[in-house]
């Protein structure tokens, strides 16, 4: 009797495709091979900052690979708990005895003592892919939580465009970027705020300090205070939880009168936007002062340019031009004006792509050290 199809036990060649489409999730070999190196230079460049490579570079030839192979070894053994500090030791104990005993391999001495090495790494592993997945599990609901607290569209604006975009090192962010009106209630909506900021630091501890900025942020913005006041009271609330300066936040904000095309700016130790006119010519917005958290007595110079029809302003945070590639070579200012310059005609989000592309294009697979935010306003 012939079995139902349901039932139908698989040809042997479609059930090693569909284990390799499960496992591989579909990607090619050259996809999976750049993600390898990629996550291979940054584990890599994860664990050389515990070498002493003062001590190494005085040594030569094997004792110098020696020298590296050791500190690497202690690197990878401190950063695991203690007991399994001992379940790894014991393992290569039993690897390196088996090993030894080699030329009496067809002895179940040796093969216990493999065996036993091999499901101790084992363990090993499952117990770091356990953490892992539940470390992730928890970063992705704190980056849900994040994602929250900067806008998904943005806001609509007479005579103005914003495109916006992130790409956080980690799961979650240290830089935060916003576009709202102060005073929502006001003929014409008032003033639109737009804001860029990047907290010292990365992962954990940068997305809740950013998290208590944009709260703190949004509350004074909420007061109606002008935007020299505005900076001097966030400035104040920042230096009260930065550690003492030690978490400190660089950032640009804005106010943009839709009727008038002025805006105002103070910038707090960033990155300064780039305004591209529309005839081609660079501006660079850098009156401010000292970033934000580091002296709670600062004073900062506030500054007004006019927009024109066509004019492109871009925010972005330092890991943009700080992005590397493959050879460790960063993409820089100097490309990163170039590319401003050479914005194609159409709105926002048309140059946000560009710029976005030119970026990417340039790191390829090579997994960066900071987070990446852009915003863009253009002026219709």
């Known amino acids: 009797m012939q079995l ?207 998290a208590t900025f944009q709260a703190s942020l949004r509350t004074i913005a909420g007061d109606g205070a002008p935007l020299a006041a505005l900076v001097a009271r966030l400035n104040r609330y920042s230096c009260a939880h930065s550690l003492d300066g030690l978490r400190f936040t660089t950032a640009v904000l804005a106010e943009y009168d839709p009727e008038s095309r002025r805006l105002t700016y103070v910038n707090a130790g960033h990155n300064p936007p780039i305004l591209r006119r529309a005839n081609g010519a660079i501006e660079l917005l850098e009156a401010g002062g000292l970033p934000l958290g580091i002296d709670s007595s600062a004073a900062f110079e506030t500054a007004a340019i006019e927009l024109h029809s066509g004019d492109v302003l871009v925010f972005f945070t330092d890991g943009v031009v700080e992005a590397v590639n493959q050879a460790g070579d960063e993409y820089g200012n100097q490309r990163w004006l170039d590319a401003i310059s050479a914005l194609p005609t159409g709105n926002a989000q048309t140059e946000l792509q560009y710029l976005m592309k030119g970026v990417d294009d340039y790191v390829g697979a090579t997994r960066q050290t900071d987070d990446i935010t852009y915003l863009i306003f253009k002026n219709r």
Request: glycine share 6%; net charge positive; hydrophobic share 45%.
């Open 4 to 210: 139902p199809a349901a039932r139908q036990r698989k040809p042997k060649r479609t059930r090693l495709r569909d284990f390799w489409q499960r496992v591989s999730e579909g990607r090619q070999v050259d996809e999976l091979w750049s993600q390898f190196a990629a996550d291979a230079r940054a584990t890599y460049g994860f664990y050389k900052r515990d070498v002493d490579w003062e001590e190494a570079n005085k040594r030569h030839g094997f004792r110098r690979a020696m020298h590296i192979a050791r500190q690497f070894f202690w690197a990878l053994l401190l950063k695991l708990a203690p007991a399994r500090r001992v379940l790894l030791l014991l393992a290569l104990t039993l690897l390196i005895f088996a090993n030894a005993g080699e030329h009496d391999s067809h002895s179940d001495g040796w093969n216990k003592y493999v065996f036993l090495g091999v499901l101790i790494l084992f363990l090993l592993l499952t117990l770091e892919l356990a953490d892992k997945v539940i470390m992730k599990r928890d970063l992705e609901i704190a980056r849900e939580i994040q994602s929250w607290l900067v806008p998904s569209n943005p806001p609509e604006v007479l005579n103005g465009d914003i495109a916006f975009a992130t790409c956080p090192q980690n799961s979650v962010a240290g830089d935060y970027y916003d576009a709202f009106y102060a005073n929502p209630e006001a003929s014409g909506g008032g003033k639109l705020m737009l804001v860029i900021a990047d907290v010292a630091g990365k992962s954990v501890p940068a997305a809740l300090l950013m």
